[in-house]
């Protein structure tokens, strides 16, 4: 469809992360861009407990960080195992976090996700909100040339619509590039956000300033696998767990009953104490990486953030923003070259999947394909975490007058008395090296 017969050149569904540099990118090469938002403001839709790694925003917006909405720097970051009487934390500081170009940043993505869009729409992008996207339009060889919408004649046309409308797209769904919606691929993010006086934080968490404190948990799930997090704002914490659907289905516990037995962990309660909640809200994640994206190109449309399951889940890292930024700037990208040389067919949106393979948005999804699996399987979530607690304790302890036994001997006694057989150690072990290593 010629630009002539369309309405703008681009429609963008979805004012998040993705959909605000795909704008973003679009607006800014001279394209008449319209980004559809169904809240009253991008961002409002949405709970974050998170990081965001906001370093993909060095080519579209230098020195972001001196006026991104952002709540504390990370300079602290903790791998923790809990049993429900133990807990080890690995855990890690570093000055050059607090200093640009910095490496995380808590956030409300509410702000952080407004604060985005509002570049598109200085860029020249429209930005239509409260606003529900109710199906594609297609042309008669089947290529999607607009959206309609729940306004009274809210048809809109266009060269190309970038699908950036979340978890379980239904865009991505309507257009046939879903083929992986199963349940076992999700985990459900259930968080609170709790209200304390930031010199209590910073008492607390050992930071100080705009130092800040990302805590990641096994172990913390109760008979649900999945795991645990907190991470300091300036004068909140948010606390929660990230539960896979399938086990949370097949038990009585509720979510909250989840979050509460981990505030009153030993090693938890004492950071948590007097929060006052502000803020509960769930959240459905893609957790299953490469095993659950769909298509992410066809004629007239691209598919990005989490609308195409780009969500890192593996344990050491939990990323989803930066990806959402990254696949939005590659699709506005691709969107401005395929309109530039009239070929908005599939194979004129191709290059989209090679921008993607050939820098870390795939790269790192392909290198941790099997992490997920790994990480939320039973074992990992159930028993390595009592092994490797018993097997530290043990180390530490002095049981005078008894001699101190080798680590091997220990290991081997812990890993018997966890159940933990020797194959599956070391079967594990190597799943973990090919994926981390």
């Known amino acids: 469809m010629s630009a002539s017969t369309t309405d703008v050149d681009v429609i963008v569904v979805g004012g998040g992360p993705a959909g605000a540099c795909a704008a973003l990118v679009a607006a800014r090469a001279g394209l008449s861009v319209v980004l559809l938002e169904r809240g009253p403001f ?26 991104a909405p952002v709540q504390r720097w990370v300079t602290r970051r903790s791998t923790m195992l809990l049993t429900d009487t133990q807990a080890l934390t690995v855990d890690f500081r570093s000055e050059a976090w607090g200093k640009p ?24 992008a429209q930005i239509i909100t409260s606003t529900t996207v109710t199906g594609l339009i297609r042309d008669a060889q089947g290529a ?42 999700f985990t459900l993010g259930v968080k609170e956000t709790l209200a304390l006086p930031k010199e209590v934080i910073d008492e607390r968490f050992g930071v100080r300033g705009r130092d800040g404190v990302d805590i990641e948990i096994i172990g913390a799930t109760g008979g649900v696998n999945g795991g ?47 929060g006052e909640l502000k803020e509960y809200s769930a959240h459905l994640i893609p957790e299953a990486g ?27 890292w939990l990323e989803g ?23 908005t067919t599939a194979t004129g949106l191709a290059d989209y999947q090679r921008r993607l393979s050939d820098t870390f948005v795939l790269k790192d999804h392909r290198k941790l394909r099997r992490a997920p699996e790994l990480v939320l399987s039973d074992r990992v979530q159930h028993l390595y975490p009592t092994m490797v607690a018993n ?24 890993r018997k008395r966890a159940g933990v057989r020797r194959r599956d150690l070391l079967r594990d072990g190597w799943t973990g090296f090919r994926s981390f290593g």
């Not at 729940?150 to 991505?172: E, H, K, M, Q, Y």
Request: charged residues 20%; negative net charge; aromatic residues 6%.
């Open 42 to 67: 991008p961002g409002s839709k949405n709970m974050y407990g998170g990081v965001v790694y906001p370093r993909i925003l060095d080519q579209l917006i230098p020195e972001w960080w001196l006026e």
């Open 101 to 124: 170009p910095h490496n995380g940043a808590t956030a409300y993505r509410p702000d952080f996700d407004h604060w985005l869009a509002g570049h598109a729409e200085a860029a020249g």
């Open 144 to 185: 999607v040339i607009g959206v309609r919408t729940d306004r009274p004649d809210g048809d809109l046309t266009a060269r190309v619509v970038i699908a950036c409308d979340g978890v379980n797209s239904f865009l991505a769904k309507e257009a046939g590039l879903y083929e992986h919606t199963d349940a076992k691929h």
């Open 228 to 274: 645990g997090f907190i991470y300091t704002n300036l004068e909140t914490i948010a606390v929660g767990v990230v539960l896979k659907i399938t086990k949370l289905g097949a038990q009585q516990q509720r979510p909250e009953q989840i979050i509460a037995a981990l505030k009153q962990h030993p090693a938890i309660a004492p950071l948590v104490q007097d």
């Open 290 to 316: 490469l095993k659950m994206m769909p298509k992410m190109t066809t004629a007239g449309m691209l598919v990005a953030g989490d609308a195409a399951a780009l969500c890192l889940a593996a344990g050491i």
């Open 321 to 343: 923003v930066n990806f959402a930024m990254a696949s939005g700037m590659y699709a506005g990208e691709t969107a401005v070259e395929a309109i530039a040389g009239g070929d």
């Open 391 to 414: 097997v530290v304790e043990r180390m530490f302890r002095v049981d005078n007058p008894n001699p101190k036994p080798g680590v091997r001997r220990i290991l081997a006694q812990e």
